[in-house]
């Protein structure tokens, strides 16, 4: 088993323990960081998905088969819907594909994310996974917090969402989240 694969491994088990008090969530790789990593969930759990949402099945993001179900938008405060749904076709770095899917937002911000990660091309040699977490929306933004220490943020605009990376080296990582149907 490759390393990267076994930290991916890992990291998803950590998605399975209590929630320690901190913005947490599954983030990505880049250049000089490390494999992606899940997640832990923040201490307040995002209530079970209401009825009517719609179902995504065989979807593929960054070579992975994702299947997720969007919330009924009516069903998340309006001031959170503009997180809903998927972002894809975003690059951290040359080798590294990353997607970004916010099933749902409660009212008090905590949305249940899905994040995909892996190469970019069929040159790259990055790993690739799909992890499923938990981040916060505060301020108008997306936060959540990997297993390593990495920092991630995600604001949307006017059609794009606008994802920031810090990893635990201090090196800055922008990539623009395309809205995808």
């Known amino acids: 088993m490759s390393v990267g694969r076994f930290l991916a491994l890992v990291l ?3 998605l399975a323990l209590p929630a ?3 913005e ?4 990505a790789a880049g250049a000089g960081g490390a494999p992606p990593g899940a997640g832990v969930p923040p201490p307040t759990a995002v209530p079970p998905m209401p009825a009517g949402g719609e179902q995504q099945s065989g ?3 960054c070579e992975q088969n994702v299947s997720f179900r969007l919330a009924d938008p009516a069903s998340v405060p309006e001031q959170y819907r503009r997180f809903l749904g998927g972002w894809s076709d975003a690059a951290w770095d040359v080798k590294t594909c990353a997607a970004l899917i916010v099933e749902n937002v409660s009212p008090d911000g905590t949305a249940k994310i899905i994040y995909v990660y892996g190469p970019l091309g069929s040159a790259s040699t ?16 997306l936060r959540f917090q990997n297993a390593d220490g990495s920092q991630y943020a995600f604001q949307p605009g006017l059609v794009d969402m606008t994802g920031h990376w810090i990893n635990p080296q201090g090196e800055s990582f922008q990539a623009t989240f395309k809205e995808t149907p």
């Open 24 to 27: 947490t969530g599954p983030g």
């Open 59 to 61: 979807r593929v993001f």
């Open 126 to 141: 990055v790993p690739g996974g799909v992890l499923h977490g938990t981040g916060v929306i505060r301020n108008g933004a």
């Open 20 to 22: 320690a008090a901190q």
């Open 12 to 14: 998803a088990v950590v």
